[in-house]
């Protein structure tokens, strides 16, 4: 398995291939249907962010010594980058995302979809996904 | 488009509007987000920074001629907005932050003064949280009860259903004028009549109708009408509170403050006149000042050119959005102002939103803060587009276009 760092570095690296915004949306929507990526029995509203904009659900369990990550939008675009932060986050231990740096968004020139104005949940979910790994490591350790 | 000439010029409006000028994502600016907030013409500015370079003081305790000259300005101000809502009296012009900020201070004064446990406060499926939360909050305090009249699939209000609703209980009925999600114009002189034969009292949350359509407050004879200034060409920050005299008088102040005492010691505070014992502090003053100036462009427009001329917009994008596949209009009320929501079955408003934004066209999209109305219609939220005097038919063919591009990569 590739680590954060690696798996960020190779998104950004995908991504430099379009120049057009419309194909680097083109592209997110594509990985967004790609999807689904949680099952329905985790949809629940405990497992419910809520943007103004989407809504996003996280769902979260270890698998040995791994979080595993799905999580679903309502929003397609919100999706696409949710299969992205899946694909970078999800298994991996808890002490690696909690101390991960998450830049790729940002180089791949989305950094707007993780402003609190945009409100789709995303910005949350990011939060989200560094309690769960610190909340796991509390648990590991104890 | 040579009929739409004769109504106004538009060519001349938008150059008086610098914003309209920019270009976003690399395109041409279509800003078609008017119900969040509207643009402001060079005039307005002008204002602004003219009271900031030239007039800046406190206004109503200055002995220093700046000081009287701001006063008198925004004193001004106050006929202005008096005039161009035609109320009885300057004094039932009250300054606020906005229509929240109106909405907020009747709900607390009013409710103070007249509601008690299980009297009712009415108001309808399509208002803005902001004309359901103050009320909530003052039900709850003090034990009255929320009534709701609903709407029908088109979005109009359900008259059979508020004559139903409305009793000897009810002490006040809030309802909008015009819905900011689905453009409906509410018959709200009927409303008021029949609150008024109840012995109940109304407010008028006019966030949405007085940029585009002419409000007589004598004529409605609403008791509180409230009405931002960002929304009808002015600031941010400032608001009017119409209520009428003899009520206004009945009710507790709302904030104390500086400006709103007569006299003040430890033992005992007595409260100044209308209006300024319901503007404790310093005010937005020139916000005041703004908010005349963008009156005194609409009135030389001409209100009425400028809702027929939104009218001919509306009805073409209407036209023109029928022509999408799979679309569904949320709001399709007989009398509409030049707000057009919508959601495309298969796509989400936010993904059109975000798709159209590169292309260079801003609409709202979401739950536009009616939360119960969208659970009404059974959708998370809409796509919407909502129109000012200054937007054009050629503005609206681009706005199709990028939601069929935006509906193309979705599906």
Known sequence: M???????EEIVEEFAMFDEWMDKYEHIIELGKELPLIEEQYKTDENLIKGCQSRVWLHAEMQDDNIVFTADSDAIITKGIIALMIRTFSNQTPKDIAEANVDFIDKIGL??????????????????????AIAFSVQSNS | MIQEKQILNIEKIRADFPILSRQVNGKPLVYFDNGATSQKPQE?????????????SNIHRGIHTLSQEATTAYEEARLVVQKFINAKHEHEMIFTSGTTGGINLVASSFGKKFLNKGDEVIISTMEHHSNIVPWQMICEEKGAVLKVVPINDKGEFLMEEYDKLLSENT???????????????????EIIQKAHQKGAYVLIDGAQAVPHTKVDVQELDCDFYAFSGHKMLGPTGVGILYGKEEVLNQLPPYQGGGDMIKTVTFEKTTYNELPHKFEAGTPNIVGGLGLAAAIQYMNEVGIENIEAYEHELLSYATVQIKKIERIRIIGEATQKASVLSFVVDGTHPSDIGMIIDKLGVAIRTGHHCTEPLMNRFNIPGTARASFSFYNTKEEIDVFIQAVERAVKMLR
């Open chain 2, 171 to 189: 002490k006040i009925v809030a309802v909008t004028h015009v819905s900011n999600t689905l453009g409906t114009i509410n018959p709200v002189k």
């Open chain 2, 44 to 56: 307005v500015i002008d204002v602004i920074d003219r009271y900031y370079q030239n007039e800046n």
């Open chain 1, 111 to 132: 950094k707007e979809h993780l402003s609190p104005t945009r409100s789709n949940g995303l910005l949350s979910m990011v939060k989200q996904i560094k309690m769960y």
């Open chain 1, 2 to 8: 590739n680590s954060i760092k690696e798996i960020q």
